[in-house]
């Protein structure tokens, strides 16, 4: 089984600042790494996703995320957060071998708001 | 291509009524999955499919029952509604080694 562990469960930043959004995982077997972003009364839209291969992956709208296999880790980032960035973001992981390879587990969610 | 549509976008049911939520994608994907999301808790899952014939139990399925006749649709049943089964339901597809795409969700109300 795996779990997912989001560290904030807010975090109000300034327009221009940098932001990180933290996430834990635990799993018994290698996994894929999402993150995902959802804006008020949507669905959820990937921003990036590891699966193998560079530690560090770059996503959509500026955000970038680094997998810390060590750490069992894979932190949000972001160097200048824009107020339409203003969001909840979802971690997610997926097992990528084993019996339990279809269950796709998210984290609680960090609510990001920037303020001018 | 429309992605993963779900049907309806709200609804209100009355305490004991039945419903099913539908939920169809376009892009052949083997693994569809049902959650629930609740304010603060992220998404739960209640059911899960690897493929047409195949389902299983996710984390919260008490109340719920789905059924995988065919890849494209995968309905999610709710036999007796009750209070705690007010939540936002969001369908989602993927391949294995894929992200999880998502319908848009329904908003149900149980009074």
């Known amino acids: 089984a795996q779990s997912v562990t989001q560290l904030d469960s807010q975090v109000p930043v300034f327009e221009e600042a940098p932001v990180e959004l933290r996430c834990n995982y635990s799993?018994?077997?290698?996994?894929?790494l999402f993150w995902y972003v959802q804006y008020p009364n949507q669905g959820l839209q990937l921003l990036l996703k590891?699966?193998?291969?560079?530690?560090l992956v770059k996503g959509i709208n500026g955000f970038e995320a680094e997998f810390n296999k060590s750490q069992t880790s894979f932190h949000l980032r972001k160097p200048s957060v824009h107020i339409s960035d203003t969001a909840e973001y979802f971690c997610?992981?997926?097992?990528?071998?084993?019996?339990?390879?279809?269950?796709?587990?998210f984290g609680k969610g960090t609510l990001l708001t920037v303020n001018p | 291509n429309a992605g993963v549509t779900q049907t309806p976008k709200f609804r209100i049911l009355k305490i004991g009524q039945s419903m099913t939520l539908q939920c169809t994608q376009d892009?052949?994907?083997?693994?569809m999955y049902w959650y629930r999301q609740d304010p603060g808790m992220g998404l739960k899952l209640i059911y899960y499919?690897?493929?047409?014939?195949?389902?299983d139990k996710g984390e919260v399925p008490n109340g719920y029952n789905v059924s995988r006749s065919t890849t494209e649709d995968f309905p999610l049943r709710l036999e007796l509604a009750a209070p705690s089964q007010t939540s936002v339901y969001f369908c989602?597809?993927?391949?294995?080694?894929?992200?999880?795409?998502f319908g848009q969700g329904t908003r149900l109300t149980v009074v």
């Open positions: 989602a597809s993927s391949f294995l080694n894929t992200e999880a795409f």
């Open positions: 799993s018994s077997v290698s996994v894929y």
């Open positions: 590891y699966l193998s291969g560079s530690t």
């Open positions: 997610a992981v997926k097992p990528n071998s084993g019996g339990s390879n279809y269950k796709l587990t």
């Open positions: 892009m052949n994907h083997n693994y």
């Open positions: 499919s690897v493929g047409a014939g195949i389902t």
